[in-house]
């Protein structure tokens, strides 16, 4: 069993720069698994956003965040983080960290989830 805890959600202004943090509690079985941060806003179906390999030799993002998002993580700290910049309206979300044996984007495939934090651009 993996335990996922993110932080670093909030309110900020378009343009702005948020840092979403997820913690694993297991440490050798969470820092084999991909990793990865989905959203999901009011209305619509959770979503993909980016997913990374055990060893991060392998990211992806969605496209509609490329260039603004980033994704890390540090195995040593069984950490992995969501840089977000350039914030925009449609950006606003509850974003759910995720982990699983194998990296794809599908949400289905994920085994385990944070609760996720609420990420909030106003217009």
């Known amino acids: 069993q993996v335990h996922l805890v993110e932080s670093g959600g909030g309110l900020v202004q378009a343009g702005g720069s948020l840092r979403l943090s997820c913690a694993a509690s297991?440490?050798?079985?969470?820092?084999?698994?991909?990793m990865g941060w989905f959203r999901q806003a009011p209305g619509k179906e959770r979503e993909f956003v980016a997913v990374?390999?055990?060893?991060?030799?392998?990211?992806y993002y969605t496209d509609s965040v490329k260039g603004r998002f980033t994704i890390s993580r540090d195995n040593a700290k069984n950490t992995v983080y969501l840089d977000m910049n350039s914030l925009k309206l449609e950006d606003t979300a509850v974003y759910y960290c995720?982990?699983?044996?194998?990296?794809?984007?599908?949400?289905?495939?994920?085994?385990?989830w944070g609760k996720g934090p609420q990420v909030a651009v106003p217009s």
């Open positions: 995720a982990a699983g044996p194998i990296l794809v984007v599908t949400p289905h495939e994920y085994l385990y």
């Open positions: 990374m390999d055990w060893n991060g030799d392998n990211t």
């Open positions: 297991s440490g050798r079985t969470s820092s084999t698994y991909a």
